[in-house]
């Protein structure tokens, strides 16, 4: 039996959608919108009928975004040259309450510019009958066109309460031991009380807070009324996601793909693969022209559901100046496979041709918690020792992957940026490592906010970078960006709380404010240098590289730069062969007849070895040769600027975005010169000291390597060499290719990276308690 209900859209039009009717299902229509508990809604993505066409021949390449409170949940997969598509994806989504419709916008993907919309229309969830598949028929039209018709989307949809959620309280303690709400005091509840939300898409290099942040829950409890509550907003709403830290690690290896299907003209392709976990999305590199081909390359998820979860794999032809074409897709369902054991796939492409194969492995998350300030790790002796024996000199060769141990504690923010129309913020702040992602609480209406959190993660990589960001919640929009620090964890001065002046998004100057840290790291160092030699762990959220004028141009002065070193020393070498200075040239030819005749190849790193001390006795007795790079600075700033205009003009469509072979070409030519200019600087900073641990990790490496040619035949080290490179398919059929010496320079900080890195002196005048003082005065 059909019926139907209202439908809102930006209109206001009445839309109407065709839903299954069971008498013996409840509407949530009886149930007070006032109440608190969490919904979950499961949406399957049918199909589309009768689409706008949108491109010049006469189709669309059709895609769907949904959103609730103004935050997009979910997008899905784009369907290419079809006004009728055909999507079926299924997507899982917690809300707090169903005042909140569900807003669906189609747009049409268009690579390189702006992509155009298709149509949009609203879904009233209060309309829905609870625990019942609903199949839903919506209109889609253009609030500003309402006449056209822009056809219609199809949906099943499933709304079910989640009343058992709703009345725990989940509480991740330092031993990650759970209690029932019903336990605890309500007054414990509250000084326990932390919360933790998850980035669930990025728009404009901002993150896009999930639906759970913009609901508050209030207690019944005469202790919610003081003001603090008021200030801090306790929302019991972020207590009840479970989500919000991963249960484990899904590790994939993508070894190879066989007999893809032939996209270029050529009868071969260019192929690549897009992996995607929820909101988490890998890319691995293009093999060029290859039906066949061998990537060997390793991606890590956080796997957030208990249940597992679905990752969508797609492959795709790589073609300069165009669209790239889609080869096929698959699907890896990590509920079907246990864990702890690893497992090879071969996974069939569908709507294409070919396999591909995979390594699949599911393993027990690492030790991530947040707590209050009075209770961490370190501080409770005991726990403390244990962790030292974890990561103690005997402990070498045990889970080599787990490096090393973290603790941030985030103690309070000074002199913000006022980003609402009151002159206040309400600000939240974001700790990084790697892929871990974890957040505080929002602190409402408060430009000098307290969170008092301690945040703990296992190191895998010594050479990572700790990133903290601090952001305006809003309710209406993303997140506005506040400041950031981003801080080497081998530059970190254990239990020293410090002031950080925040940093823009380019981390090339200060914005406004201070962030109070006190950050403690403990690590193995003979593990932490064996991982150095091992590929770095790829990043899900870097952001796409762009073509820019300064960026081009800062790269091309930057490759400059290492060359000219390369010229002055052939021209040194050359006047020495002409006798501009007879003495220097005379000094030159007795070194040389020295050198070749008492020639040995170990000479080689016993020279690297030489100049590496002597740079480190120079810096130890106060003579350091190393200059602060303001020309790099100042190109940085540069850009900042040209980056803020681009943000300004984001709108306007320009010329060179309508040429899209000459933009490609151009941010190729762009990425190889960044990638030049980084060697040769990586370099430099090797011998510069720029990082003491890699430099003394050089000299160590140097010495072995001296002492084995001195005492060891070539034609000995040769024969080991090759032994092992033509024996390492045969023993290891699905390793990782990788080259030692570039995953070491790879650690090494570029100059750009130094600039970013480097600590700004926080200025006294800023903070609000100097000028307190000062005006008593």
Same mark, same amino acid.
């Given at each position: 039996?059909?019926?139907?209900?209202k439908l809102?859209?930006?209109? $206001?039009?009445?839309?109407i959608?065709n839903?299954?009717i069971?008498?013996?299902?409840?509407?949530?229509?009886?149930v +007070?919108l006032?109440?608190p508990?969490?919904?979950q809604?499961?949406?399957?993505?049918? =199909?589309g009928?009768?689409?706008?066409a949108?491109d010049?021949?006469g189709?669309?390449?059709?895609?769907?975004?949904?959103k609730i409170?103004?935050?997009e949940?979910f997008?899905s997969?784009i369907i290419?040259?079809?006004?009728?598509?055909?999507w079926e994806?299924?997507t899982?989504i917690?809300?707090?309450?169903?005042?909140?419709?569900? %807003?669906?916008?189609?747009?049409?993907?268009?690579f390189?510019l702006?992509d155009d919309?298709?149509?949009?229309?609203?879904?009233?969830?209060?309309?829905?009958?609870?625990n019942?598949?609903t199949d839903?028929?919506?209109?889609?039209? /253009?609030?500003?066109?309402p006449?056209? /018709?822009?056809?219609?989307?199809?949906l099943?949809?499933v709304?079910?309460p989640?009343?058992?959620e709703?009345?725990d309280v989940?509480?991740?303690m330092?031993k990650?031991w759970?209690? &029932?709400?019903k336990?605890?005091s309500e007054?414990?509840v509250?000084g326990?009380y932390?919360s933790?939300? @998850?980035?669930?898409?990025?728009?404009c290099?901002?993150?896009?807070l999930p639906v759970?942040?913009?609901?508050?829950?209030e207690?019944?409890?005469p202790?919610?009324q003081?003001?603090?509550?008021?200030?801090?907003?306790?929302r019991l709403?972020?207590?009840?996601r *479970?989500?919000?830290?991963?249960?484990?690690i899904v590790?994939? !290896?993508?070894i190879e793909?066989?007999?893809l299907k032939?996209?270029?003209?050529?009868?071969?392709?260019d192929?690549?693969?897009?992996?995607?976990?929820?909101?988490?999305?890998?890319?691995s590199k293009i093999?060029?022209? !290859?039906?066949?081909?061998?990537w060997?390359e390793?991606?890590?998820?956080?796997? %957030?559901?208990?249940?597992?979860g679905i990752?969508?794999?797609?492959?795709?032809?790589?073609?300069a100046?165009k669209?790239?074409?889609?080869?096929?897709?698959?699907?890896?369902?990590?509920?079907?496979l246990s864990?702890?054991?690893?497992?090879?796939?071969?996974?069939?492409?569908?709507?294409?041709?070919g396999?591909?194969v995979?390594?699949?492995?599911?393993?027990a998350?690492a030790?991530v &918690?947040i @707590?209050?300030?009075s209770?961490n790790?370190?501080?409770?002796?005991k726990?403390?020792e244990?962790?030292?024996k974890?990561?103690?000199p005997?402990?070498?060769?045990h889970?080599?992957k787990?490096?090393?141990?973290?603790?941030?504690k985030?103690?309070?923010?000074?002199?913000?940026?006022a980003a609402d129309v009151?002159?206040?913020?309400? +600000?939240?702040?974001?700790?990084?490592l790697?892929?871990?992602r974890?957040?505080t609480? !929002?602190?409402y209406? $408060?430009?000098?906010?307290?969170?008092?959190k301690?945040?703990?993660f296992?190191?895998k990589d010594?050479?990572?970078?700790?990133e903290?960001?601090?952001? /305006?919640?809003?309710?209406d =929009? #993303?997140?506005d960006?506040?400041?950031?620090v981003?801080?080497?964890?081998? @530059?970190i001065?254990n239990?020293e709380q *410090?002031?950080?002046?925040l940093?823009n998004?380019?981390?090339t100057g200060?914005?406004?404010?201070?962030? %109070?840290?006190?950050i403690?790291?403990i690590?193995?160092?003979?593990k932490?240098?064996?991982?150095?030699l091992?590929?770095?762990?790829?990043?899900y959220?870097?952001?796409?590289?762009?073509? #820019?004028?300064?960026?081009?141009?800062r790269?091309?002065?930057r490759?400059? =730069?290492?060359?000219?070193?390369?010229v002055?020393?052939?021209?040194?070498? $050359? #006047?020495?062969f002409?006798?501009?200075?007879p003495?220097r040239?005379l000094?030159?030819f007795?070194?040389?007849?020295?050198?070749?005749w008492?020639?040995?190849?170990?000479?080689?790193?016993?020279?690297?070895?030489l100049?590496?001390?002597?740079?480190?006795?120079?810096?130890? #007795?106060?003579?350091?040769n190393r200059?602060?790079?303001?020309v790099?600075?100042?190109?940085?700033?540069d850009e900042?600027e040209e980056d803020?205009?681009?943000?300004? /003009?984001?709108?306007?469509k320009g010329?060179?975005?309508k040429?899209?072979?000459i933009?490609?070409?151009?941010?190729?030519?762009?990425?190889?010169?960044?990638?030049?200019?980084?060697f040769?600087e990586?370099?430099?900073?090797?011998?510069?000291?720029?990082?003491?641990?890699?430099?003394w990790?050089a000299?160590?490496?140097?010495?072995v390597?001296?002492v084995?040619?001195y005492?060891?035949?070539?034609r %000995?080290i040769?024969?080991v060499?090759?032994?092992n490179?033509?024996?390492?398919?045969?023993?290891s059929p699905?390793?990782?290719? $990788?080259n030692?010496l570039?995953?070491?320079?790879?650690r090494v900080?570029?100059?750009?990276?130094?600039?970013?890195y480097?600590?700004?002196? +926080?200025d006294p005048?800023?903070?609000?308690?100097? =000028?307190?003082k000062?005006?008593l005065?």
């Open positions: 039996m059909l019926d139907s209900c809102k859209t930006a209109c $206001n039009l009445p839309f959608y839903k299954k069971n008498t013996a299902g409840t509407s949530n229509a009886d +007070p006032a109440d508990g969490m919904y809604l499961d949406i399957t993505l049918r =199909r009928q009768s689409l706008a949108r010049r021949g189709t669309s390449d059709p895609y769907v975004k949904f409170g103004g935050k949940v997008r997969k290419h040259k079809n006004l009728n598509p055909v994806e299924k899982c917690l809300v707090d309450h169903l005042r909140e419709p569900l %807003y669906i916008k189609v747009f049409d993907y268009d390189g702006q919309f298709m149509g949009s229309a609203f879904l009233d969830l209060t309309q829905l009958e609870l019942r598949p839903v028929t919506l209109t889609l039209k /253009d609030p500003h066109y006449d056209h /018709d822009l056809g219609i989307i199809l099943s949809v709304l079910t989640k009343e058992g709703s009345r989940t509480m991740l330092r990650s759970k209690r &029932s709400s336990e605890l007054n414990e509250v326990s932390f933790v939300k @998850s980035f669930f898409w990025r728009t290099g901002r993150p896009v759970l942040g913009f609901c508050r829950a207690l019944q409890s202790y919610c003081n003001s603090q509550f008021q200030t801090q907003s306790l709403s972020d207590l009840h *479970k989500s919000h830290l991963w249960r484990g590790s994939i !290896t993508l793909g066989r007999d032939a996209m270029d003209s050529n009868g071969l392709s192929p690549y693969v897009k992996f995607r976990l929820g909101h988490q999305k890998y890319k093999m060029p022209k !290859t039906l066949n081909p061998q060997r390793q991606f890590d998820f956080h796997l %957030y559901e208990e249940r597992g990752i969508d794999i797609t492959a795709w032809d790589k073609d100046g669209r790239d074409d889609f080869i096929g897709r698959c699907q890896v369902d990590l509920s079907a864990r702890e054991q690893t497992h090879k796939l071969e996974l069939q492409l569908e709507e294409g041709e396999h591909l995979l390594l699949v492995t599911l393993t998350s030790t &918690s @707590s209050d300030l209770v790790s370190l501080e409770d002796q726990e403390r244990e962790i030292l974890r990561y103690s005997l402990r070498i060769f889970n080599l787990d490096v090393g141990f973290l603790q941030v985030v103690i309070r923010a000074e002199g913000l940026m009151t002159g206040k913020s309400d +600000p939240f702040c974001v700790v990084e790697n892929n871990d974890l957040l609480h !929002t602190v209406k $408060n430009l000098n906010p307290e969170w008092n301690v945040f703990t296992n190191i010594i050479h990572s970078v700790l903290v960001t601090v952001y /305006d919640e809003d309710r =929009r #993303s997140a960006f506040l400041g950031k981003a801080i080497p964890l081998l @530059s001065q239990g *410090k002031a950080y002046v940093k998004k380019q981390l200060p914005t406004k404010g201070v962030i %109070y840290l006190e403690d790291v690590f193995n160092a003979v932490a240098s064996l991982r150095t091992i590929p770095k762990e790829q990043k959220i870097e952001e796409e590289n762009r073509l #820019s004028k300064q960026l081009l141009l790269n091309f002065i490759t400059k =730069r290492c060359v000219m070193v390369l002055n020393a052939a021209y040194y070498v $050359n #006047s020495c002409d006798w501009d200075s003495p040239s000094a030159a007795v070194l040389f007849l020295f050198v070749v008492n020639f040995e190849l170990y000479m080689i790193p016993l020279v690297l070895l100049l590496l001390t002597w740079n480190y006795f120079l810096i130890i #007795s106060g003579k350091d200059q602060r790079d303001t790099m600075e100042d190109m940085l700033e900042e803020d205009k681009d943000d300004k /003009d984001s709108e306007k010329f060179i975005n040429i899209y072979a933009q490609e070409v151009c941010v190729s030519v762009q990425n190889i010169l960044d990638e030049v200019a980084s040769g990586r370099i430099k900073n090797t011998f510069n000291w720029t990082v003491p641990f890699l430099s990790l000299i160590v490496a140097l010495c390597f001296t084995i040619l005492f060891i035949p070539l %000995y040769v024969l060499w090759g032994i490179k033509f024996t390492k398919k045969l023993r699905y390793a990782i290719d $990788n030692e570039l995953d070491f320079l790879s900080p570029s100059d750009v990276q130094v600039v970013q480097q600590e700004l002196k +926080p005048s800023h903070s609000p308690y100097k =000028r307190k000062n005006n005065g």
